[in-house]
């Protein structure tokens, strides 16, 4: 199991701008398989607990309020080295750092609104999965 899962949000500014289309098919292309799914929004509480590991960052409170304006999309991916390799797909926290190709670069609007969410860690991958879905939701 170690190394084939990772877990991502479409984040509410990427929802907004129609681009869950778009970047499924980014994810698809290169080769995830998508093992669950949903779309959904979070309370505030929600926010701040997925992101209690940052809570003591100057940008918390903006982050746990922007990851609760709208919409999101979760999912669950499935490839050997799924961490490592969909960090490379998604590119630089910041897009303006992020390499041409790379789902930020594409989409992102900012440093906080940057479209997409990926695990930084196996252990990570699965924290967060288990924070959105149940077993019977995973395929
Ligand atoms: N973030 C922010 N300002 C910063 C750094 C991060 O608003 O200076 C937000 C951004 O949405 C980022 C999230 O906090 O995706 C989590 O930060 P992290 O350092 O874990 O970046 P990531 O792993 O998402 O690339
Ligand atoms: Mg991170």
Do not use: C, W
């Amino acid at each position: 199991m170690t190394g084939k899962i990772t877990f991502t949000m479409i984040k509410p500014d990427a929802v907004e701008a129609n681009n869950i289309g778009p970047i499924l098919a980014m994810i698809n292309k290169a080769g995830f398989t998508i093992k669950a799914l949903k779309y959904l929004s979070l309370t505030k509480e929600q926010a701040g607990q997925f992101y209690a590991v940052h809570k003591e960052r100057p940008f918390y409170g903006e982050l746990v309020d922007y990851m609760s304006s709208g919409p999101l999309v979760a999912a669950i991916l499935s490839k050997d080295n799924a961490v490592s390799d969909y960090r490379k797909l998604i590119g630089a926290t910041d897009p303006t750092k992020a390499e041409e190709g790379t789902i930020r670069k594409m989409f992102a609007k900012s440093i906080a609104a940057n479209a997409v969410h990926g695990s930084d860690s196996d252990e990570n991958a699965h924290i967060e999965s288990d924070f959105f879905f149940s077993q019977l939701e995973r395929f």
